[in-house]
Structures are given as C-alpha cells and as structure tokens.
Nanobody, 124 residues
Framework: QVQLVESGGGLVQAGGSLRLSCAAS????????MGWFRQAPGKVREFVAG????????NYRSSVKGRFTISRNNANNTLYLQMNSLKPEDTAEYYC?????????????????WGQGTQVTVSS
C-alpha cells in the first residue's frame, strides 16, 4: 500500500521558516516526479513546487520563487519543501503528491498519489 505522509507544518510568524517533509512508503519514487500543492480555505488547490524524477529539474509558482526550495532524498524516499520568508498568504493545507511518471507536470489531475496534508499557518 502506497503512503505519503507529510510532516513539519505548524504556526509561524511572518518572515519565519518551516521545512515540510513527505515520507513515502509502499514503493520507491526515485524515478517519479513529485510535487507540493496547497489549498487555502475557500480556494482551489494550487501547485506550489515540483521536482522531476531525477531531481534535475524543479519549478515553482511565481509567488514562492526565491523563498521556497523543493528537494528530494531518493535514498530514503523523502521529499522536502524548505519555506523561508513566510507570508500570511502562504497559510494553507500543504499536500505532497507523486506521479507514476518522471516528467514534472503542474496540474493536480496528473498526480496519482497524495498525502493527507499538513497545515501551515503564518501569522502577521
């Protein structure tokens, strides 16, 4: 059974940092594109950052570029999202997702596996 389990969320003041982790089990994702999405109350789920299967290609939504960094450790099947200079508008439930393919895509319908989410709240 494939599982993606996020951790690292919490409450932080504006300007602070958090590091999200996503531990995968049930299969290896070393050759699969993975990504982070987020959903704020009353809003649609949106792409935040993604990384290709090899880790050689990454992409970010424009509002987080320069502040967030996605990375992966294929040796322990874990995905990370380092979030710096957090803003109140980053407040959302953050989800880890994985594709069955190595190509990075940005639409949630292209992702096959999802975690349960971790809440990030940024106070002003």
């Amino acid at each position: 059974q494939v599982q993606l389990v996020e951790s690292g969320g919490g409450l932080v003041q504006a300007g602070g940092s958090l590091r999200l982790s996503c531990a995968a089990s049930g299969r290896t994702f070393s050759n699969n594109a993975m990504g982070w999405f987020r959903q704020a109350p009353g809003k649609v789920r949106e792409f935040v950052a993604g990384i290709s299967g090899s880790g050689g290609f990454t992409n970010y939504r424009s509002s987080v570029k320069g502040r967030f960094t996605i990375s992966r450790n294929n040796a322990n099947n874990t995905l990370y999202l380092q979030m710096n200079s957090l803003k109140p508008e980053d407040t959302a439930e953050y989800y880890c997702a994985a594709r069955r393919h190595f190509v990075l895509l940005y639409n949630q319908v292209d992702y096959d596996y999802w975690g349960q989410g971790t809440q990030v709240t940024v106070s002003s």
